[in-house]
């Protein structure tokens, strides 16, 4: 539960207010110029209407220069960004051949495997050598090597499920996958801030979608309870299934899974539970194997457990782990594996060998040196941010932790002044986020440095206190919080 003073949830609201007005006045003159301008159209209707791309033309093209930053190096603790221009207040943006060395604290690079590694990249490029960068076809064809079912054998044995199944894609890896498990005459109760792949999977799947509040399992109980006994809408005959989707670590909030009391409400009710691991595996947990690990849970309580290879395991992709019965039956109907592309090769190797590395099985202790890394970078970046008096969400062990802005001008000027500085940060607001809530979501690697991270730590307290986003006062002066403050979910 977010808590935000009034006075700061007013001079948002008035903030978007006025943008909304202005845009809607220049709008507004605009037609007017239209109208005594031939139209190109020939008969065909506007692909955009006015009020469809309202957002992105009056609010979002302002401050457009603050995402979609190209890099030209390796996404590693330090990176190159490529500077750009705008001769017309941003509208469209000119890349240059300048680069600016920018600490990293954007990039998903949890245990540092983005970069070149020692025992990964060599493996790599010899598999690249051998299979190609693509396999040009869909597992069922000619899409599966012997890599394919290495892999998948690797995942299953890693997370401790009997079997598993990997994509191409970690997107498509949930909204693929849900309208394949569940249909018409299914439930589906999601989290109120589960990931948008998981929304559109929901909604595609035919399913009845019900939602329970952030993170409380007594929500979710009640929802559960509600839904069993009113049945299914009209009939209200018995669901045909049930299944309640979480996530490991939230990726906009930072904030881990209640995942024992929500498993224990799913084995109470005889819901399946669906975990979304994509922030969590390889990141926490002692030996990298996620949410279950760290909050002691077992496995087999997680009916279906995903996650993707994007984030701690320096790939791309996703995967399934559950059931060998599960898994045969999405081999054999999930559209992601009949008809699309199988994972590429050199990426399949990335996740054989940075797993190996994670568990030691190549020599070495770099795996668990890099989980201890990971955990004592986040509790000291989040500990120190919060006693400047920012307000960071978030659980410790967490490696995302958004520092919340509120007001939808300090987006830009954080984000630009910490890049001024050679800080490159990750800003994010709505439709991201509810339109109150816009914040700056930090990550932190293994990859960092303990100088790194007071560099960046310096530079992001220097403009918290010039954008005025020290909402908190700092820790020698803490007290107490305000007590005029609203809670928003």
């Known amino acids: 539960m977010i808590k935000i003073p009034y006075l700061t949830a007013l001079s948002t609201y008035f903030s978007y207010g006025l943008l909304f007005a202005f845009g809607q006045f220049r709008d507004f003159f605009r037609k007017i110029f239209d109208w005594f301008h031939s139209s190109n159209l020939q008969g065909y209707a506007p692909i955009c209407l006015g009020l469809e791309d309202f957002y992105i033309r009056r609010l979002y093209l302002r401050i457009q220069d603050c995402f979609g930053r190209p890099i030209s190096s ?93 994509f191409g894609m970690g997107y498509v890896t949930n909204s693929a996958i849900l309208p394949v498990l569940i249909g018409k005459g299914g439930l589906i109760i999601s989290d109120s801030l589960n990931h948008n792949s998981i ?51 939230y990726s906009m909030e930072g904030e881990l899974c209640k995942l024992p009391e929500i498993v224990a409400i799913c084995r109470k009710y005889k819901a399946y539970a669906y975990l979304d691991e994509a922030h969590s595996i390889g990141a926490v947990g002692k030996t990298g194997r996620g949410v279950c690990e760290l909050l002691g849970v077992d496995t087999a309580d997680v009916d279906i457990m995903m996650g993707t290879f994007t984030k701690s395991f320096g790939s791309c992709g996703g995967y399934i782990a559950g059931s060998k019965e599960l898994i045969q039956y999405l081999k054999y109907t999930c559209p992601a594996h009949l008809y699309a592309t199988s994972i590429s090769p050199p990426a399949a190797q990335q996740i054989i060998s940075s797993i190996k590395v994670i568990l030691g099985e190549d020599g070495s202790s770099r795996g668990a040196q890099k989980l201890a890394r990971i955990r004592e970078n986040s509790n000291f970046f989040r500990s120190e941010l919060q006693k400047m008096g920012f307000e960071v969400l978030g659980d ?63 530079v992001i307290s220097e403009v918290g206190d010039l954008v005025g986003i020290k909402y908190f006062p700092a820790e020698s002066e803490k007290q107490h919080q305000e007590p005029g403050a609203i809670k928003l979910e």
């Not at 540092?112 to 597992?139: H, N």
């Not at 929304?199 to 109980?221: C, D, I, K, W, Y």
């Not at 009113?230 to 049930?242: D, F, L, S, V």
């Not at 987006?411 to 914040?439: D, G, H, M, Y």
Request: glycine letters at 4%; one cysteine or more.
């Open 396 to 458: 410790n062990d967490s490696p995302v932790m958004p520092i919340m802005l509120y007001n939808p001008a300090k987006i830009p000027a954080f984000s630009r002044e910490c890049l001024k500085q050679n800080v490159a940060v990750v800003t994010v607001a709505f439709p991201a986020t509810p339109l109150l809530l816009a914040r700056a979501r930090i990550c932190i690697s293994a990859s960092h440095t303990r100088e790194d991270l007071l560099k960046a730590l310096a």
């Open 199 to 249: 929304v559109n999977g929901a909604r595609g799947s035919g399913a009845t979608v019900r939602v329970f509040q952030h993170n409380t399992p007594s929500h979710l109980e009640e929802v559960l309870r509600q839904q069993i006994a009113e049945g299914q809408p009209r009939t209200h005959r018995p669901w045909k299934k049930i299944i309640v989707i979480v996530e490991g670590i």
């Open 74 to 166: 390796s996404p590693d603790a330090w990176f190159d960004v490529v500077e750009r221009y705008s001769n017309d207040n941003n509208k469209t943006l000119t890349r240059t051949t300048k680069v600016s060395r920018c600490l990293n604290l954007g990039s998903y690079n949890y245990l540092g495997f983005a970069a070149a590694d020692e025992y990964c990249t060599p493996r790599v490029i010899e598999t690249l050598k051998r299979f190609s960068p693509s396999t040009c076809s869909p597992r069922v064809d000619g899409g599966t090597t012997t890599l394919h079912n290495e892999l998948e054998e690797c995942v299953a044995n890693f997370v401790g499920k009997p079997a598993a199944i990997v």
